[in-house]
T-cell receptor, first 116, second 116 residues
């Protein structure tokens, strides 16, 4: 079984600041994917960024980037130039790519509030 | 390309009744996964279907079941509803099955089920 831990239940930053959300995971598998999802008040789950575990290069999508530390099983999300629309719950998730996978395993989430 | 759609969006049922939720994946996606989201337990994996076959199943009682049709549309059924089944049920689609080198999952808007 795999576990995902997000240690920050809530964070608040000013608009335009940079914020980093933490995530650690535990898995015995070698092949897996990591994701960050955003869930705004509308409850629509939106994929923010993905990382394949076999890739050493950190993924980047516009203002969003990750710091993937495979040995430490850490997968943090950095949001640069934060905007009011970034206010949402952010979930870190892990997915095995081998047989017998159990779907996405999610962390408990971090509620990010961007203040004007 | 249209996103994942779920119907109905809101549902109110009474304890003991049964309910069927529907999910239409993104065109071309053959894998459909279902998740339950509650304030207490967070996001939990229910099951995944690929090519009309259940590939993976989470730790939920047999009252929770599902199926997938030849056009990849999926339904999930909950029988003998309990108060604790009140939740947001999310459906996600992906190109391939999580048991076969899976990839990112795209979520629908969810069905909010309230059991009274």
């Amino acid at each position: 079984a795999q576990t995902v831990t997000q240690s920050q239940p809530e964070m608040s930053v000013q608009e335009a600041e940079t914020v980093t959300l933490s995530c650690t995971y535990d898995t015995s598998e070698n092949n897996y994917y990591l994701f960050w999802y955003k869930q705004p008040p509308s409850r629509q789950m939106i994929l923010v960024i993905r990382q394949e575990a076999y890739k050493q290069q950190n993924a980047t999508e516009n203002r969003f980037s990750v710091n993937f530390q495979k040995a430490a099983k850490s997968f943090s999300l950095k949001i640069s130039d934060s905007q009011l629309g970034d206010t949402a719950m952010y979930f870190c998730a892990c997915l095995h790519s081998g047989g017998g996978a159990d779907g996405l395993t999610f962390g408990k989430g971090t509620h990010l509030i961007i203040q004007p | 390309k249209a996103g994942v759609t779920q119907t109905p969006r809101y549902l109110i049922k009474t304890r003991g009744q049964q309910v069927t939720l529907s999910c239409s994946p993104i065109s071309g996606h053959r894998s459909v996964s279902w998740y339950q989201q509650t304030p207490g337990q967070g996001l939990q994996f229910l099951f995944e279907y690929f090519s009309e076959t259940q590939r993976n199943k989470g730790n939920f009682p047999g009252r929770f079941s599902g199926r997938q049709f030849s056009n990849s549309r999926s339904e999930m059924n909950v029988s003998t509803l309990e108060l604790g089944d009140s939740a947001l049920y999310l459906c996600a689609s992906s190109l391939v099955s999580s048991g076969r080198g899976s990839y990112e999952q795209y979520f629908g808007p969810g069905t909010r089920l309230t059991v009274t």
